[in-house]
């Protein structure tokens, strides 16, 4: 697979991001582009500027173990983009069967045995794809998630970018956007022959001037744990810490449990979406 011009861009774009001072240099000098010149990233890397330039070119087929991790040190890339980097260069080298995914059947559902395992979960969750599609979910994480089962087919980045009610589920509906996009280039960087990712992809490209800029950043993460805060329309702020786990029985599938701080405001908040997640299922 050609894939010069996602080095290209993704090369650029850390370069960019590293200022001569957070790289320990010498500010002098007019500066055309921000970040730092080539020929600083080739002297960081111990290399010349040419076989540099080359590289950012695209052109990473052949490149050893000890070449990428002097320019990931260089561009001081976090673990999301070595990773990344280093998945770029192993499809330069033709190698990316190895690193493909399996492949899930189109109609893929939910074993009974899986959905058993989420419903023994007392807290919120959910079951998800690198594309970001709720596949499964508990009774709490389907109610925590309302908004974005409500469409029927729900996709995290669809409901981000295409959906109102985003706006108000994320209060911080651009940091929010920022790490669904990241998602979706981590995504595209593991599985570069997911047509379900490239049909979305160019989707959310079409109809979203706000995903396709943030797309072009070629930002990636990875998603593990932290905190998110949401508003629900029932039960309002939650302040939730979210664990994300990888399934072995299926390799491209993350459960996330999300949970509450013990008798804090989101943990009544929860049990009272809880009851309310029952009453409106009874209704249903």
Avoid: C
Avoid at 161 to 189: C, E, Q, Y
Avoid at 213 to 234: E, P
Wanted: charged letters at 25%.
């Amino acid at each position: 697979m050609d894939n010069r011009a996602e080095v290209r861009d993704f090369l650029t774009s850390r370069r960019a991001k590293i200022t001569p001072e957070r790289a320990g240099l010498p500010a002098a000098g007019q500066r055309r582009v921000p970040g730092l010149r080539r020929s600083e990233v080739a002297a960081l890397a111990g290399m010349s500027v040419e076989y540099y330039a080359k590289l950012e070119r695209g052109t990473l087929a052949g490149v050893s173990a000890g070449v990428l991790e002097a320019i990931s040190r260089a561009l001081q890339l976090d673990e999301a983009e070595r990773a990344h980097l280093l998945r770029l260069a192993h499809e330069a080298d033709g190698s990316s069967a190895v690193l493909r995914p399996r492949r899930r059947p189109k109609q893929w559902t939910v074993r009974p045995s899986l959905q058993w395992s989420l419903d023994s979960i007392s807290a919120p969750a959910i079951l998800s794809n690198m594309r970001g599609d709720l596949l499964a979910a508990n009774l709490l994480g389907r109610a925590m998630y309302s908004d974005a089962f409500a469409g029927g087919h729900p996709n995290f980045a669809r409901f981000t970018f295409l959906d109102s009610a985003a706006h108000r589920f994320f209060p911080d509906w651009d940091g929010a956007a920022d790490i669904t996009v990241a998602n979706l280039r981590t995504a595209a960087g593991k599985d570069p022959h997911d047509k379900g990712l490239h049909d979305l992809v160019g989707e959310l490209s079409t109809r979203s001037d706000d995903f396709r800029r943030r797309w072009a950043a070629h930002n990636v993460r990875i998603h593990g744990t932290g905190v998110k805060h949401f508003r629900h329309h029932i039960v309002g702020d939650l302040i939730l810490n979210y664990e994300t786990m990888d399934l072995r029985a299926e390799p491209d599938l993350t459960l996330t449990i999300y949970t509450a701080e013990p008798q804090s405001s989101t943990d009544h908040a929860l049990a009272l979406l809880a009851s309310w997640a029952v009453t409106a299922q009874e209704i249903g």
